[in-house]
């Protein structure tokens, strides 16, 4: 993305493109922070990196299979007195942005009551944070006043349309509870189950029946388990209200991308649920291509109740300017983590630091390049480290 377009598209942006780095600061700099006004960056490293998943990850109700084995980006950001801090990239930075760090004050790019400056990428915020956390010898989440809690509920995000794969010979339903056993065994307490078969793998009715049929035979299988539900989009208001119908009594934590988020069909939603025994199953949406107002407008409204953009594109400095918005709101958050199980630790600093996070999106992830860090998942919850920065490590 460049970087012109992103500041006329982003509600933190506006506005600042004719300012200077001071004026963008909104006057917090390296005065408070002598540490951090003593670092320059000397030079900035884009790196590839391998994991996977622990096991094969199918369809959703909008893609095909999402695999096993991956590749991501890095950003390493190294200064003249020796420290290094480090996270997860994004392809779509181009390099005059990402570079354009290099000669910098770190105190004239980030500081614990701002965050990153207003001006640049958001896909370098989160290097920036763990530099920042790195040089001032602190877990970024007590950087950042340390208001939420240290142990966030957590879920699985990897319950799929399992029974279709293998493709040349599908193992059934019995797959589904095999990896939701794999999830509990792990440590998982709450499950979130791809719903949405009827937009594009099965035949209009027969999708709808065969969702309401997973979620019943997980609920029974697993009685104890906290579920939640996520048809990415694929689902029309009369589809979302036909399959509550369907599953009756049982209690789900939310609804997701039931459809495309539009005023009418949500509000709509929000009150069949409000008279149909789902007055405490949340709505939770704006995860892709958000319409952010409208959202918002939405939250406002008791409308839509948790608000789901990704911790890495919206920008962790705009998700922390945001929270005390949602509060007011009574909205809640739970940050877009899936693909990557640095974007749920990631989410775990920002649970820690601001509250108000319902639950976090797990990502179970295995790397020989990267040292994941002291995240301990206990009774359904996972623990924030307290490493400084982010606390993990890259290991190439």
Not at 167 to 190: F, R, S, T, V
Request: hydrophobic fraction near 35%; charged fraction near 30%.
């Amino acid at each position: 993305m460049k970087r012109r377009k992103f500041i006329q598209t982003t509600a933190l942006g506006v506005g600042f493109a004719s300012l200077s780095a001071s004026e963008l600061f909104a006057g917090v700099n390296g005065e408070n922070y002598p540490e951090l006004k003593k670092h320059k960056i000397t030079k900035v490293e884009k790196i590839k990196y391998d994991y996977h998943w622990p096991r094969h990850v199918g369809k959703n109700g909008r893609r095909d299979n999402h695999g096993q084995y991956h590749k991501s980006d890095a950003f390493k950001l190294f200064t003249d007195q020796g420290a290094m801090g480090w996270a997860l990239g994004d392809r779509r930075i181009n390099d005059e942005e990402l570079f354009q760090l290099r000669g910098q004050l770190v105190s004239e790019l980030i500081s614990p009551e701002n965050g990153m400056r207003r001006d640049l990428s958001p896909f370098v915020d989160l290097a920036l944070h763990d530099l920042m956390g790195v040089i001032l010898d602190k877990p970024v989440y007590k950087l950042l006043g340390a208001r939420g809690t240290k142990n966030t509920p957590i879920y699985s995000g990897m319950i799929y349309f399992d029974e279709l794969e293998p493709e040349d010979n599908p193992a059934g339903i019995d797959k589904i509870l095999e990896n939701c056993q794999w999830d509990i065994d792990y440590g998982y307490q709450q499950l979130k189950v791809k719903i949405g078969r009827s937009g594009k793998w099965y035949p209009h009715d027969a999708g709808l029946k065969k969702d309401i049929e997973v979620v019943k035979l997980i609920n029974k299988t697993f009685p104890d388990i906290t579920l939640l539900v996520d048809s990415n989009d694929e689902y029309t208001l009369q589809d979302t209200i036909d399959f509550l119908d369907g599953i009756g009594d049982i209690p789900l934590l939310w609804v997701e991308e039931p459809f495309r988020e539009n005023y009418e069909d949500g509000k709509k939603l929000r009150h069949w649920m409000n008279q149909n025994g789902f007055e405490n199953t949340l709505y939770a949406d704006g995860e892709a291509n958000t319409d952010h107002e409208l959202c918002m407008k939405m939250g406002k409204e008791g409308i839509m109740n948790a608000y789901l953009p990704d911790i890495r594109s919206f920008g962790f400095t705009r998700w922390r300017k945001l929270m005390p918005q949602l509060k007011k709101y009574k909205m809640l958050a739970s940050p877009h983590s899936f693909g990557s199980m640095l974007k749920t630790h990631y989410n775990v600093h920002i649970a820690a630091a601001c509250g108000n996070i319902v639950t976090i999106e797990g990502v179970t992830c295995i790397s020989d390049d990267i040292d994941y860090g002291d995240y301990k998942i206990a009774d359904g919850k996972i623990q924030v480290s307290d490493m400084p920065g982010f606390g993990m490590r890259l290991l190439k």
